[in-house]
């Protein structure tokens, strides 16, 4: 199993940059598929952005493709999303999530396809 514990959500500005961290307990992290989710007041949570275990393969949110980059360290098990030109839009809960195992593309979008998560970081963004 695989505990997630988010870092680095803050209050910025439009236009900002943040760092978000995900950082992972458990010695197969290395094999998982990362993501990472977000939920606005209000609205029902939604992708942002995922990679496969090798790094090899990322994924993204139209709204956010351009801005957000996601990446792992899988010697830290880590996972991070680089967040840049930020916009009042952005403003969510972010959830780091996982799995063990993807197998199609498409799945990759969904919140089914994850059975870890983490316990959130709010993102603000000011106008």
């Known amino acids: 199993q695989v505990q997630l514990v988010e870092s680095g959500g803050g209050l910025v500005q439009a236009g900002d940059s943040l760092r978000l961290s995900c950082a992972a307990s458990?010695?197969?992290?290395?094999?998982?598929?990362m993501g990472w989710f977000r939920q606005a007041p209000g609205k029902e949570r939604e992708f942002v952005a995922a990679?496969?275990?090798?790094?090899?393969?990322?994924y993204y949110a139209d709204s956010v493709k351009g801005r957000f980059t996601i990446s792992r360290d899988n010697a830290k098990s880590t996972v991070y999303l680089q967040m840049n030109s930020l916009k009042p839009e952005d403003t969510a809960v972010y959830y780091c999530?996982?799995?063990?195992?993807?197998?199609?593309?498409?799945?990759?979008?969904?919140?089914?396809?994850?059975?870890?998560w983490g316990q959130g970081a709010q993102v603000t963004v000011s106008s």
């Open positions: 999530a996982g799995s063990e195992q993807i197998y199609y593309r498409t799945s990759y979008y969904y919140q089914r396809s994850y059975g870890y």
């Open positions: 458990g010695r197969t992290f290395g094999t998982y598929v």
């Open positions: 990679v496969s275990w090798s790094a090899g393969d990322t």
